[in-house]
Nanobody
Framework: QVQLVESGGGLVQAGGSLRLSCAASERTFSAYTMAWFRQAPGKEREFLAAISTIGRNTYYADYADSVKGRFTISRDNAKNTAYLQMNSLKPEDPAAYYC?????????????WGQGTQVTVSS
């Protein structure tokens, strides 16, 4: 069973930055699409970004409009780790942030989830 472990959450001032990490216990990590979601209290889970490996050192990334230009998703297949660099954090960004994984193939769903890491933004 693949395990995902997030880290890097914490308290940051509005306008600040955080980098979240998601370490996967999967040797075929490159064959998975990695994604980040967040969920604030009383709100639905929100997709933020996803990244797939499409070639040697070549990746495809997709972003939600709400974070495009502020958040950057990346991955290091040699370290089995995905990242979410979050810049210009806003008071509306606090939430539990989760990484998720799915096989990179048509029809696959995000069935693998981490435990979440909390992000708090102070104004």
């Amino acid at each position: 069973q693949v395990q995902l472990v997030e880290s890097g959450g914490g308290l940051v001032q509005a306008g600040g930055s955080l980098r979240l990490s998601c370490a996967a216990s999967e040797r075929t990590f490159s064959a998975y699409t990695m994604a980040w979601f967040r969920q604030a209290p009383g709100k639905e889970r929100e997709f933020l970004a996803a990244i797939s490996t499409i070639g040697r050192n070549t990746y495809y990334a997709d972003y939600a409009d709400s974070v495009k230009g502020r958040f950057t998703i990346s991955r290091d297949n040699a370290k089995n780790t995905a990242y979410l660099q979050m810049n210009s954090l806003k008071p509306e960004d606090p939430a539990a942030y989760y990484c998720a994984a799915r096989p990179t193939r048509i029809g696959a769903t995000y069935d693998l989830w981490g435990q979440g890491t909390q992000v708090t933004v102070s104004s």
